[in-house]
């Protein structure tokens, strides 16, 4: 099979085979990794349009979500992928502050290990956490989110929202607006954007950008009109109120008049898909009518969410074949 | 045990002003505790413990002037005795410690506790006061009986002195009392919440950062500081290119300013925290740096702009340290390891002399704080080091001698040895390395 016939966002090595044992960051993941988990998505995708989406292909694994951090979609996501797999899943959320004064997070994860699981998915504030369960327990670890390091499964469904409104991540042009800095979500969209061949330029407060930033392959630009004039796909991030408590920016309102996306934007630039991975303050990422415009495609990011996790707890099951 | 009477025998002599020729002198005889004679095959005699170094180097003792040995009050992580056992097994002779323990060494019963303790121990503990009661950084410790009690310096390690107005005037009273005011440089609300340097690789890990300036803007103000009150400031553990250059600007142009730098900050980067997967062993404050500052280190050290070095041993139990990266505490240890990073980084590469490097080790700490400096001559206590630079050792948990084990260093093969120290007539073979 010749392979420059093909699409460029698909596997391209011929003898691929996936062989990840964990899915901790896309920063260990290959292209052709990335690629094929967007790949076995977009199966996983046409079923949940099915009249009965399941598929039970988990039936005899346990998976526990661990969840140290609030989190309402991520957490739902892959418990609904989860039962749409027929997993055994059992659910542990805590505030870290709690956790900080009783068992430590290695006992705690030996514990459940004891009692004979699979996979864990864990979100945390701290960097790191699941390189240290991966330490700690021979199951496979999901990161859904580890402080501001990676969110991959975010960046996964994110790409893969892109390759259904664009022809391809390969030479895509894609904003990223916002707190560069906190952002778990644009570290994994950076790196697997980049791994695909799409061009990403950063936008926001200077004070959001962290240092060095430039050097992992990005633009930075504090000009979000040229921004928008240039871009395939925008991506607003979402902004945490306490950042302007803690001085990185003055006012939500001058926030929103420099770096928010409004239907004057639209207008004036008539290519450009909009992006949030939620949740959206309204009025300040975005114009509330930019969230709700056609242009806007907020809602099917969450939907392909759950396909991309189906995805990945399949692949992360040992199974390889569907 | 005491050994008063000693001889060494094939050993190579060696201090800050060179190495002994081996054809002329190779043997050093210790009577009650003094050194009697240095010779050639000088002749063992009844009732001598004879110690054959087989080539090996006999310096002066060395001296850490910047340890954590957490006692009183926080024996889980260490005791005087078990931090002393890894002084004597990585060398050292003497420690400076740090006064944030539990209580703080802020008063004279403090001091005189941890003299008393130690008094007995093969390692001399010299303690260092607190500058400020509590170490709260509000107002002065009671400085100068602190240093009839025997404290050799003033700080809040741990902290920074962060008042700038307490500061200046604890560098005028600690000059009153001609005593050097140690300070841990650090800019809070520049560095937190950091957890390891602010650079590439916590961009990429997205750890917060600490930054380089957050140390470098206290260095300016305690430089400014030490030039207006002729106070004596010494600036512990730096880390950063600016700072070093800093210090030695103010040398050059007579400020009372001296420094240390830890083996790590000449040896380690930043680039350590993704390579092990946030292992918190690699936490420490100061960070990790970049390689241009290791290169500043080395650097430094090699001009005589940094004066000592000093490890920061800094234990932490292991339900401290095994925890997610945010939550550890900062520090490792240092004290068994310090040698072999030495042989590494600055012997091996050719940046530094024997005799510069253990001018750092011997002579500075102690001129720093004010101690008589051991030598090699007859009549002197005998206080020595017993080294190579060849041995190959593996720093195991059965080898290490801390109540902790946070270092980064842990079952890593090392080059270059403490074989055993020798003082208040003790000797204490480093039976690890020497089987």
Redesign the interface.
């Given at each position: 099979m010749s392979t420059e016939n093909l699409h460029p966002d698909r596997v391209a090595a011929p003898d691929y085979r996936f062989g990840q044992p964990h899915l901790i960051g896309l920063?260990d993941y290959s292209p052709d990794d990335i690629r094929y988990v967007l790949q076995q998505a977009a199966y996983f995708r046409e079923v949940l349009e099915r009249p009965v989406p399941k598929l039970p292909t988990l039936r005899d694994k346990t998976i526990v979500n661990l969840f140290y951090e609030n989190s309402t979609r991520t957490r739902i996501s892959f418990e609904l992928a989860q039962k749409r797999m027929g997993a055994d899943v059992v659910n542990f959320s805590s505030s870290s502050s709690s956790v900080?004064k009783g068992e430590?997070?290695?006992d705690t994860i030996r514990n459940i290990e004891s009692m004979k699981i699979d996979m864990v998915v864990v979100r945390?504030?701290?960097?790191?956490?699941p390189?240290?369960l991966?330490?700690c327990v021979d199951a496979a670890i999901i990161n859904a989110g580890?402080?501001?390091?990676?969110h991959p499964t975010q960046a996964l469904l994110d790409m893969f929202s892109m390759q259904q409104v664009k022809p391809a991540i390969k030479g895509l042009k894609v904003v990223i607006i916002g707190d560069i800095q906190h952002s778990?979500v644009v570290?994994s969209n950076i790196i697997g954007l980049t791994k695909l061949g799409a061009e990403v330029i950063l936008c926001g407060p200077r004070t959001m950008m962290?240092?060095?930033?430039h050097?992992?392959g990005v633009t930075v630009s504090h000009n979000l009109e040229e921004c928008l004039a240039w871009c395939d796909v925008a991506m607003a991030l979402r902004i945490q109120l306490e950042r302007q408590e803690g001085g990185l920016f003055p006012s939500l309102r001058e926030y929103h008049e420099r770096f928010g996306i409004r239907m004057e934007h639209l207008e004036r630039y008539p290519d450009f898909t909009v992006m949030h991975p939620g949740p959206i303050n309204r009025g300040v990422e975005l114009e509330s009518d930019v969230a709700d415009s056609d242009r806007a495609v907020i809602l099917s990011q969450v939907t392909n969410g759950l396909a991309i996790r189906m995805a990945v707890l399949y692949l992360l099951s040992g199974r390889r074949e569907l | 045990m005491l050994q008063p009477n000693v001889l060494f025998i094939n050993v190579q002599l060696a201090d800050a002003s060179g190495v002994r020729d081996y054809n002329t002198v190779n043997s050093l005889r210790i009577r009650d505790g003094k050194i009697a004679e240095t010779g050639l095959n000088l002749s063992p005699e009844n009732g001598e413990q004879l110690i054959d170094g087989k080539g090996a180097f006999l310096s002066p003792g060395w001296m850490d002037m910047h340890v954590h040995l957490r006692e009183p009050g926080l024996e889980h992580k260490e005791t005087i005795k078990s931090g002393c056992a890894a002084a004597a097994a990585g060398g050292f002779t003497a420690v400076a410690c740090m006064p944030n323990t539990k209580p703080a060494i802020h008063t004279r019963d403090v001091v005189e506790y941890i003299v008393n303790r130690s008094a007995s121990l093969p390692v001399e503990v010299h303690p260092i006061g607190c500058v400020s009661k509590d170490r709260k950084g509000e107002s002065l410790a009671e400085m100068a009986d602190m240093k009839e009690g025997g404290a050799v310096a003033f700080s809040d390690d741990g902290d920074p002195v962060y008042n700038a107005r307490l500061m200046r005037t604890a560098l005028e009273y600690a000059a009153m009392l001609d005593m050097p005011v140690i300070n841990h440089e650090e800019d809070l609300d520049l560095s937190r919440p950091g957890h390891m340097h602010e650079g590439r690789v916590s961009t990429r890990l997205g750890l917060a950062g600490t930054p380089s300036i957050a140390e470098e803007v206290m260095i300016a103000r305690d430089i400014l500081l030490a030039e207006l009150t002729g106070g004596h400031v010494h600036v512990a553990h730096i880390s950063t290119r600016r700072g070093v250059e800093m210090v030695r600007e103010a040398k050059a142009k007579g400020i009372r300013v001296t420094t240390e730098v830890c083996p790590h900050h000449f040896d380690l980067t930043d680039e350590e925290v993704e390579r092990s997967e946030f292992d918190t062993n690699f936490k420490m404050h100061p960070p990790l740096r970049t390689a241009d500052d290791v290169e500043a280190m080395i650097a430094g050290l090699a001009d005589g702009t940094i004066d000592a070095i000093c490890t920061d041993h800094a234990p932490h139990s292991v339900e401290e340290k095994e925890v997610e990266f945010i939550y550890a505490p900062n520090g490792i240890l240092g004290l068994q390891t310090a040698w072999s990073v030495v042989v590494k980084q600055l012997l091996d590469t050719g940046r530094m002399s024997l005799p510069q490097v253990l001018r750092t080790l011997i002579d500075a700490p102690r001129t720093i704080l004010r101690l008589p400096v051991p030598g090699l001559d007859a009549g002197q206590p005998a206080n020595l080091t017993l080294f190579d630079t060849s041995t190959k050792w593996t720093y195991t948990a059965v080898v290490n001698k801390s109540k902790s084990r946070n270092s980064p260093y842990l079952n890593q093969t090392l080059k270059g040895a403490a074989l055993g120290i020798y003082n208040r007539s003790q000797w204490v073979p480093n039976e690890a390395v020497l089987s």
């Open positions: 920063a900080k430590s997070l290695k945390h504030e701290s960097p790191g956490v390189h240290f991966k330490r580890d402080g501001a390091h990676e778990r570290r962290p240092m060095f930033v050097e992992m | -």
